[in-house]
């Protein structure tokens, strides 16, 4: 795939990129483990290379694969997590076309799909844990709208959180009521991009176990496919330690990345 593209010969409309980072977790640090895990599941021989968009993901002009940030070397080079977080940030930078504020000139609209808000200001002292990224990027003004999906562990401070910020939040208590304008959603008028973020435990535990913080009721697998729109996305929190012994969640996690992958490929066309 490397020499097709380094002849000209294709360009991928989507990029995988891996981010093992687990040391911030408030409970749990599996999910460092995650990428190979999740890269072993897309193209597991238990399936094919179709997607349900009906792209293939061995088509260089769908996908290419980047490899992972090497967080661990970093740490163990004495960087500290303010350092590392730029260096993440710009290597995120590197394999997203349109993406980031910095190239289209402005914030963004971000879908996020959660069971937690993660929009704490602080979690006991540390600004950089997984229950905080959002309050950074609210903070930082990189979002226009923020909307956060399937919340079902909200506590009073993430909801203070998100009136300070005028995030809309929508709990699963509510989803059946809401399911209609999320899955209607008009995302991006007026500004250059949309960024997804779903996080696996978005999903009911029934669907995805292998999480770091199980919290049941939450989305089945085809509600999230039918909330999310096209553009560039992550997915995080997939926790192998916690996973069945048949990678059920693996391999939930991989069918995410390749129905949005495909979706991604769809709208370039």
């Given at each position: 795939?490397?020499?097709v ?6 360009v ?24 190979p ?5 897309i ?35 004495g ?12 290597s995120?930078?590197?394999?997203m ?16 799909l ?18 905080s990224?959002?309050a ?30 005028g ?13 209609h304008?999320?899955e ?10 949309v960024?997804?973020?779903v996080?696996v435990d ?15 009721g ?6 999230v ?23 059920m ?21």
């Amino acid at each position: 795939m490397e020499l097709v593209r380094a002849l000209g010969g294709a360009v991928a409309s989507s990029s995988l990129l891996g981010v093992p980072l687990g040391h911030n977790s408030s409970f749990l640090q599996g999910p460092a483990f995650a990428p190979p895990q999740i890269r072993e599941a897309i193209w597991c021989g238990s399936t094919n290379a179709s997607t349900e968009e009906g792209k293939e993901l061995n088509d260089p002009r769908v996908l290419t694969d980047v490899g992972d940030v090497p967080v661990q070397e970093i740490r163990d080079c004495g960087v500290d997590d303010d350092r590392l977080m730029n260096i993440i940030s710009e290597s995120v930078k590197l394999v997203m076309e349109e993406g980031c504020v910095e190239k289209i000139g402005g914030p963004l609209d971000i879908l996020h799909l959660d069971a937690h808000p993660d929009i704490y200001h602080a979690f006991e002292g540390n600004k950089y844990p997984h229950a905080s990224s959002f309050a950074r990027i609210m903070e930082g003004g990189y979002a226009r709208r923020l909307l956060q999906v399937g919340l079902r562990s909200i506590n009073s401070a993430g909801r203070e959180q998100g009136k300070r910020f005028g995030v809309e939040q929508y709990e699963m208590r509510t989803f059946s009521r809401d399911r209609h304008i999320l899955e209607n959603l008009k995302l991006g008028e007026g500004v250059k991009g949309v960024y997804i973020s779903v996080d696996v435990d978005c999903l009911d535990p029934a669907f995805a176990p292998g999480v770091s913080h199980i919290e049941p009721g939450g989305l089945s697998f085809c509600d999230v496919l039918n909330i999310l729109h096209n553009l560039q996305a992550d997915v995080v929190e997939f926790n192998p330690q916690r996973d069945t012994v048949d990678g059920m969640t693996a391999m939930v996690a991989a069918k995410l990345v390749r129905e949005l992958t495909a979706k991604i490929s769809k709208m370039k066309e």
